[in-house]
T-cell receptor
C-alpha cells in the first residue's frame, strides 16, 4: 500500500448505530487530519493530530470521536449521527517540520458516509 | 478574516482549448498556496504548490500556476485541456509558519470538457 488509505470506502448507517472510519498513511508523516466534504461546501477541517496529540478540534460535535493510536493510523468513531452528517470524510497526512512549519497535505480517497 | 475565493463555480471548455481557473485569497501571514484536483468519488490529488521562489510553478498533468502577491491571486492554467481533466479543482492556502497544519480551501470549481 502506498500513500493514504481509508476504509471503508462507503458506509451506510442508521442514526443509532456505532461505526468507525479508519485511515492509514504509508508516507512516514507525523501529522494527520480529518476533513468533512459536504455537497457544494468548502472542505471543513475537523481534527488535527501532530505526533499523536490532538492539536485542533474545529468545534466538532461530540458524536464524532477521533483516535490516533500512532502516527500512521487515525480513526473517526461515529455514534448517534444525524442525516446531515452524510458526507465524504477525507483523511490527510503531512510532515510537521517543527517550529510551527508544516508541509503539503496528502489526501486519502475518502469514505462516503450516508446516515439514514 | 482568512478566506479563499474561487469565483467560478462551474466552467466548461472545449477539448484543446486553454484553461484558467481563478483563485483569490485573503490571508494575514505569508502564504503557502496549493491547487488540488478531485475526480468523482475520489480524494484530493495535489497538482502543484507554491512555497517561495519563482512565482510561476509547474505541476503535474501540464498545469501551471502563477502567484501574484499584489493581486492576492494564484490562478491555475493549462494551455490545452484534455477530456480527462474534467474534475473539480480546489485552491487552498496555509501559513508558512502554520497554525497546527490548517489549510483553508475554496469552494471549488467544477470543470467540464466538451468534445
Amino acid at each position: 500500500e502506498t500513500g493514504v488509505t481509508q476504509t471503508p470506502r462507503h458506509l451506510v448507517m442508521g442514526m443509532t448505530n456505532k461505526k468507525s472510519l479508519k485511515c492509514e498513511q504509508h508516507l512516514g508523516h507525523n501529522a494527520m487530519y480529518w476533513y468533512k466534504q459536504s455537497a457544494k461546501k468548502p472542505l471543513e477541517l475537523m481534527f488535527v493530530y501532530n505526533f499523536k496529540e490532538q492539536t485542533e478540534n474545529n468545534s466538532v460535535p461530540s458524536r464524532f470521536s477521533p483516535e490516533c493510536p500512532n502516527s500512521s493510523h487515525l480513526f473517526l468513531h461515529l455514534h448517534t449521527l444525524q442525516p446531515e452528517d452524510s458526507a465524504l470524510y477525507l483523511c490527510a497526512s503531512s510532515q510537521d517540520k517543527g517550529e510551527g512549519r508544516t508541509d503539503t497535505q496528502y489526501f486519502g480517497p475518502g469514505t462516503r458516509l450516508t446516515v439514514l | 478574516a482568512q478566506s479563499v475565493t474561487q469565483p467560478d463555480i462551474h466552467i466548461t471548455v472545449s477539448e484543446g482549448a486553454s484553461l484558467e481557473l481563478r483563485c483569490n485569497y485573503s490571508y494575514g501571514a505569508t502564504p503557502y498556496l496549493f491547487w488540488y484536483v478531485q475526480s468523482p468519488g475520489q480524494g484530493l490529488q495535489l497538482l502543484l504548490k507554491y512555497f517561495s521562489g519563482d512565482t510561476l510553478v509547474q505541476g503535474i498533468k501540464g498545469f501551471e500556476a502563477e502567484f501574484k502577491r499584489s493581486q492576492s491571486s494564484f490562478n491555475l492554467r493549462k494551455p490545452s485541456v484534455h477530456w480527462s481533466d474534467a474534475a473539480e479543482y480546489f485552491c487552498a492556502v496555509g501559513a508558512i509558519y502554520n497554525q497546527g497544519g490548517k489549510l483553508i480551501f475554496g469552494q471549488g470549481t467544477e470543470l467540464s470538457v466538451k468534445p
